[in-house]
């Protein structure tokens, strides 16, 4: 069919996002898998499958939601190809670290290698090989990195850095 393939929920109770989430999340790069992750909100029930906590009780007014949950956020806001000529391209994030690393190749006049830098991932970027790289800001404070292939292999990489998480009050 030649569609592309999309996680459309997925998910598990936060104890578990070292075990069962990463190890999701890496497939989901291996095998060029798109996902959504809900961010839905806590109840204060016993499971904890959301991305906020459960608002604060005794509040006034109450919020909608509680805190981003650090983890979480450091684990989803990953850097990710958005587009690509290569249907060989591979990539890794390192969620721990802040590194991405994305191989490819093109031809010139290829269509460029999209690559998203969400606000949270602070290190520089870098494009080595057959390629040249502009970077926009988004109103967000994330960066789109547009990859321009001019013959033979390329690597984008985005260097370790400490993320830039989201304060809660």
Request: with cysteine; net charge negative.
């Amino acid at each position: 069919m030649g569609a592309a393939l999309f996680v459309a929920e997925f998910g598990n109770d936060q104890e578990w996002d070292s075990l069962i989430m990463t190890n999701e999340l890496l497939q989901q790069e291996k095998h060029l898998v798109g996902f959504a992750f809900w961010t839905w909100k806590e109840n204060g029930g016993s499971h904890s499958w959301g991305v906020f906590d459960p608002p604060k009780a005794g509040v006034t007014p109450m919020p909608s939601s509680g805190c981003l949950r650090a983890d979480r956020e450091q684990l989803l806001a990953r850097v990710y190809p958005r587009a690509t000529a290569d249907p060989k391209l591979s990539y890794h994030y390192d969620a721990s670290t802040g590194a991405f690393k994305l191989q490819a190749s093109g031809r010139p006049g290829d269509a460029p290698t999209i690559v998203y830098v969400p606000q949270e991932a602070t290190g520089d970027v870098s494009t080595t090989g057959g390629a040249s790289e502009s970077e926009s800001t988004d109103i967000y404070g994330g960066r789109t990195v547009t990859v321009s292939p001019s013959g033979g292999a390329f690597s984008v990489a985005v260097a370790p850095a400490p993320p830039s998480l989201t304060t809660c009050i």
